[in-house]
């Protein structure tokens, strides 16, 4: 299958499901890695069809891509419901993204601040995504698109992603502190 054809059966699919919700947000294909996102500045949706495909590989066993497709575009509506919350965090977001960009990983990772910083967008992206996924269950329960287990379960799948990334930043971060007390004993 060519990826023109997935492509324009992926948009059809992000489409139905705003028509069904009554939401109109424009949508357009990216190549940046991540399988859906709402940019909340742009205010569209973006996919990437490759990174989908490979995304849906986790959940394969448990829904078709269809409704995976379908559960993930009911998410990123749950950020287009949840905009003035991201309006307003636009400040810290570009603290973070300028800190993200002034420095290396490994310089992040050396430094008390800039560690707590990066964990600090870790709980701030929890909290949005957390948010989103709880205007996605109304949206599914009031328009009944997806079966409740399923939907779960990409759920589920969805924030063990962010919670996974916070609690290894957070080890990291107890880990250094450890550290910098033990150098003050001495």
């Known amino acids: ?9 992926l948009y059809q699919l992000v489409f ?5 919700v009554q939401m109109d947000v424009p949508i357009r294909e990216v190549h940046d890695g991540v399988n859906m996102s709402y940019n909340f500045i742009g205010k569209y949706i973006g996919y990437d069809t490759k990174r989908l495909a490979t995304a ?4 394969a066993p448990f829904c078709t891509i269809e409704t995976y497709v379908q559960t993930i575009t009911l998410h990123e509506l749950g ?9 307003a965090s636009l400040t810290k ?11 290396t990983m490994n310089q992040i990772f050396k430094d008390l601040d800039l560690l707590g910083m990066l964990i600090e967008e870790d709980l701030m992206n929890k909290v949005f995504e957390e948010t989103a996924w709880k205007n996605a269950a109304r949206l599914n329960e009031q328009y ?19 919670e996974m990334v ?15 007390n033990i150098e003050l004993a001495c």
Do not use: W
């Open 16 to 20: 139905a499901v705003m028509k069904k």
């Open 166 to 180: 916070y609690e290894e930043d957070l080890y990291y971060y107890e880990e250094l502190k450890r550290q910098a």
């Open 1 to 9: 299958m060519n990826n023109q054809l997935v492509s324009d059966q």
């Open 56 to 59: 849906h590989q986790e959940m």
């Open 144 to 162: 009944g698109l997806i079966e409740t287990e399923c939907f779960e379960q990409i759920r589920k799948n969805s924030l063990a992603t962010y």
């Open 93 to 103: 977001t570009l603290e973070f993204f300028t800190m993200r960009k002034s420095f």
């Open 79 to 87: 950020h287009v419901m949840d905009q003035e919350a991201l309006e």
